[in-house]
Structure formats: structure tokens, C-alpha cells
């Protein structure tokens, strides 16, 4: 199994912050079968980011994934109070399709 | 547009069955790989099992041999039969359209999930 360890496991940032997220592989993932999600209470999870790099239909530019290998960002350049909320990093190269345990984000 | 409703969740005791369903309107869940994973509460994102176009199907190692995924391509409807439920499968399930594009592999569609409560 791909254990995903995503860190920090809270983020304590103001609006305009930037907030950067980082999730580490145990074995090398495809960049073309990983994605980052967003996920606020009540609601479905959101994908942002799919392919380590690439927007979701109609999300906002200021979030951008990078990342190969064992080691993938989600970087929110300036946040908005809408992005407060825990972002989970998934892998699909191996079953099981595992997530991170994520990573909330949560206004200071 | 991609909707995903799903229904069939409650208080279930200890030991006890459950199914799930899934319906589907503005793709065919046949030409897609349909997902479904849980939220125990206060917890994370678990991924539970898939059903691949194929017809082919997968599962945590946590619900192997007790759950059971399938659709019915005349509804287009996805379900997941879960026996033998435990307290530790408490957990909203939602159902997950994951789809090919180019290259690239992801679940792009959520429904709103329905809460499974195993307690007695």
C-alpha cells in the first residue's frame, strides 16, 4: 500500500496569506494519478488539482499543484475566506487508491 | 451536468446489512470507473472500493469479504451491499465518478454522501 503523509496537519493562516501544503509518497506516484481535493464540512470534496499540476474546471488560479515522485505541493498564493477547509492529496497509481490524512486550514 | 445522488444509509446494529445505491444522471456510469469511499467521523477520506469499466471490481483490504460493489447499467446506478457491518464502519459514504482524460486518471465528481450508523 502507498501510505501518503501529508504535513502540516493544520495550517493557521489569515486571509492573503500564502499557504502551502505538502504531501509525501512512500513509493514513487505517477504525476498523471494524483490529485489534490478540497473538502469543507456538509459539503462533497472539490477537486482542485489532478495530474500533480493541472486546475480542475473552474478553480481559481491562485491555487497551483507541482510536485514528481514522492513529493507533490498544493500552494493557495493568497487565500480567500472560502479556502478555509482540509485539503487531501490522492494517489490512483496502485490500489488501494489511498489519501493522505490531510491537512486543515484554518483562519489565525 | 454530472449529478450523484445517493440513498440507503441509517442505524444499523452490530453484524447487520446494508445496500447502498448510487444514481447517476448526466454520464453513463459504464464507461467509468465508480468509486466509493467513506468519512468515518472526525477522521479523513477512506477509500472503499471501485468498480472499473470492465466490469472488474476492488476494495480496502478493511471491507474485503463483506462488501460487495456492482451497477446496474439500466439504471445507471451504482450500489455497495455491505454484510457483517462493525462500529468502525460508521461513516458518511459517498459515490465517486473517477474517468479518464488523455493521460491523466481522477475522480472529478462527488455526490453528497449518506450517513452509515453501525451501533446498537
Known amino acids: 500500500e502507498i501510505v501518503l503523509t501529508q504535513s502540516p496537519g493544520t495550517l493557521s493562516l489569515s486571509p492573503g496569506d500564502r499557504g502551502t501544503l505538502s504531501c509525501r509518497a512512500s513509493q514513487s506516484v505517477s504525476s498523471t494519478s494524483f490529485a489534490w481535493y478540497q473538502h469543507k464540512p456538509g459539503q462533497a470534496p472539490r477537486l482542485l488539482i489532478y495530474g500533480a499540476s493541472n486546475r480542475a474546471t473552474g478553480i481559481p488560479d491562485r491555487f497551483s499543484g507541482s510536485g514528481s515522485g514522492t513529493d507533490f505541493t498544493l500552494t493557495i498564493s493568497r487565500l480567500e475566506p472560502e479556502d478555509f477547509a482540509v485539503y487531501y492529496c490522492q494517489q490512483y497509481v496502485r490500489s488501494p487508491w489511498t489519501f493522505g490524512q490531510g491537512t486543515k486550514v484554518e483562519i489565525k | ?120
Open chain 2, 1 to 120: 451536468e454530472v449529478q450523484l445522488v445517493e440513498t440507503g444509509g441509517g442505524l444499523i446494529q452490530p453484524g447487520g446489512s446494508l445496500r447502498l445505491s448510487c444514481a447517476a444522471s448526466g454520464f453513463t456510469v459504464n464507461r467509468n470507473y465508480m468509486n466509493w469511499v467513506r468519512q468515518a467521523p472526525g477522521k479523513g477520506l477512506e477509500w472503499v472500493s471501485v468498480i472499473y469499466s470492465d466490469g472488474s471490481t476492488d476494495y480496502a483490504e478493511s471491507v474485503k469479504g463483506r462488501f460487495t460493489i456492482s451497477r446496474d447499467n439500466s439504471k445507471n446506478a451504482v450500489y455497495l451491499q455491505m454484510n457483517t457491518l462493525r462500529a468502525e464502519d460508521t461513516a458518511v459514504y459517498y459515490c465517486a465518478r473517477g474517468l479518464w482524460s488523455g493521460s491523466y486518471f481522477y475522480v472529478d465528481s462527488w455526490g453528497q454522501g449518506t450517513l452509515v450508523t453501525v451501533s446498537s
